[in-house]
């Protein structure tokens, strides 16, 4: 076993190791009544490698899901954001004084801002 691991290892259970470019999680363990102990070495790229498959699956997913809520929100925005906007806008040019001019909008709904529309 390489001197500098021995060392670290009186001190802790896991050591990172670095050997011709690849790294390595050594752990070793003492054998209870033995003068034995177990040594491990395990590449690093097999422990974080599903790491890294489960972080690029999360940011797909992330990316899927914002796109999802962008297109939610676009027509969420023109169904009632915008009709309100437009309302907001004649209410404010009848309360000037100026003459009502009919909106350019169909009624497709029946709800609240529908009926709304119907006045202008």
Do not use: C
Not at 1 to 17: A, H
Not at 37 to 59: F, H, K, Q, R
Not at 76 to 91: A, D, E, G, N, W
Request: aromatic share 16%; hydrophobic share 40%.
């Amino acid at each position: 076993m390489n001197s500098t691991i021995e060392n670290s290892l009186k001190t802790e259970s896991f050591v990172r190791y670095s050997e011709n470019g690849e790294t390595f999680i050594v752990a070793a363990s003492e054998i209870e009544n033995t003068p034995w102990i177990a040594v491990m070495y395990v590449p690093i790229v097999s422990i974080l490698g599903n790491v890294y498959d489960l972080s690029n699956t999360l940011l797909i997913a992330f990316i899927i899901t914002f796109v999802v809520l962008f297109i939610y929100y676009s027509n969420f925005s023109k169904k009632y954001i915008v009709p309100i906007r437009k309302l907001t806008q004649h209410f404010k040019e009848y309360n000037k004084g100026l003459p009502l001019r009919p909106l350019k909008r169909r009624r497709r709904t029946y709800e609240e801002i529908g009926n709304l529309i119907t006045w202008f």
